[in-house]
């Protein structure tokens, strides 16, 4: 792998649809146009047949010798004002893996690239749109009549881009004769810039377990309710926040309070209502269990010990979604062949990746995010720590074509 062409397209692309904002390549806009046009300009110099599928998502199929091929790629849209690295990292890696087996003649099985449409649902609030049209996952009924800020609909926008909603799962055909899924992302969190690694292995996508913890008392006056007497369900929800952390810590995970209304919300009464919201996500689903029963005890336990009552209604959920063993093992050879250490963790967001773990044998590597934060301008990599990425990525890549050269790792049907 070339990582010097790598950061040189990356910081093409960032000068044509970013600026002093950030990236703007939002999908269905003109900017993710030219963001895919920059991407075929790439593709154009490979021995790559370049099609659009039913769901919008372009393919790059590059032949081999062998049968079946091997999938490649990312995203290259990104929220409105986000940062250069988001998916475009994963897409212009994924084309240097073209160019690297170009270079060396043909691969031993053919090579895909892929740059899922919509991966960000930045205008309709749909996330994973290509890559779950693709893995047949996509209800067309649930998302047609999303609207984005100026009161257009989803199904209508698609239509301009020629994709047809109703037909966007054919999508999947492009699965026929798939070995495996390799996709690099940076990591978008702080867990591998405060171990100092430049990258990782990814073991899976967390489930994620929502719900709204609706808390009920009895409003009062602030002035005639003596302490003792109230049944304040501000309180409860303060007690019930600060266990659901420590349950976070205890099972390894992530719990987090994203916010509580209180009603009536004025300074001269006890609240008598008071709505929580919760996130859960852990990659083990004993664990992610074990936490929503922690969480629902210590909230009847709050509510119990404030005079109050509590229902937890649920709101979303996904089962945590692990990688393939065989390709994590791949993937965590390459992370310490590239100069990094033997570290896997599980991913929080979700990804692509994880549309396409549902059916074909899938693994991702991060790179370090530092500054830890992503969906902001202000999203970086060190230079030194993408090289490693790239190079990990490439040994993954190298690894995964000659297992399925070997016989392993059988085309999905
Ligand atoms: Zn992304």
Request: charged content about 25%; hydrophobic content about 40%.
């Amino acid at each position: 792998m070339n990582a010097d062409r790598v950061l040189e397209d990356l910081r093409e692309l960032a000068g044509l649809t970013g600026g002093p904002d950030g990236a703007r390549r939002v999908c269905w806009t003109d900017e993710w146009t030219k963001a895919r046009e920059f991407l075929r300009s790439r593709l154009a110099e490979l021995p790559v047949e370049v099609t659009v599928d039913a769901a919008g998502n372009l393919w790059a199929h590059m032949d081999g010798d062998g049968e079946g091929f091997v999938i490649v790629g990312s995203h290259v849209d990104s929220v409105p004002a986000g940062g250069w690295l988001d998916g475009a990292l994963g897409v212009f890696t994924a084309v240097e893996a073209l160019r690297t087996q170009a270079e060396n003649g043909s691969p031993p099985v053919g090579l895909r690239l892929v740059d899922w449409a919509d991966e960000e649902g930045a205008r309709f609030g749909r996330s994973l749109f290509g890559s779950s049209a693709c893995a047949g996952t996509l209800d067309p009924d649930e998302v047609r009549d999303l609207r984005d800020r100026d009161g257009e609909r989803l199904e209508d926008v698609l239509a301009r881009y020629d994709v047809e909603l109703d037909r966007a799962r054919e999508s999947g055909a492009q699965l026929s004769g798939a070995r495996a899924y390799l996709e690099m992302h940076i990591e978008q969190g702080p867990v591998l810039e405060s171990k100092g690694e430049p990258a990782a292995t990814v073991l899976g996508t967390c489930g994620v377990e929502r719900h709204l913890a609706v808390f009920t008392g009895q409003t009062a006056h602030a002035g005639a309710t003596p302490m003792a007497l109230r049944r304040d369900t501000f309180m409860a929800t303060s007690q019930a926040a600060l266990a659901i952390r420590e349950i976070g810590f205890e099972h390894d995970g992530v719990c987090t309070v994203g916010g509580a209304t209180s009603e009536p919300g004025v300074v001269t009464a006890v609240p008598g209502r008071t709505e929580m919201l919760l996130d859960q996500r852990h990659l083990d689903p004993g664990k992610l269990e074990a936490m929503l029963d922690g969480a629902r005890a210590a909230c009847q336990q709050a509510a119990a010990d404030h005079g109050c009552e509590v229902e937890l209604q649920h709101l979303w959920s996904i089962p945590p979604i692990p990688f393939d063993d065989r390709l994590i093992g791949f993937a965590r050879e390459a992370v310490k062949g590239a100069g990094g250490k033997d570290t896997a963790i599980p991913s929080g967001p979700l990804h692509d990746a994880a549309e396409m773990a549902r059916l074909i044998p899938t693994v991702m590597i991060f790179s370090s995010s530092s500054p830890p934060v992503s969906h902001t301008k202000e999203e970086d990599t060190p230079e030194a720590d993408l090289r490693v990425a790239i190079e990990a990525y490439g040994g993954t890549v190298a690894a995964t074509l000659a297992s399925a050269a070997a016989g392993e790792l059988p085309p999905h049907q």
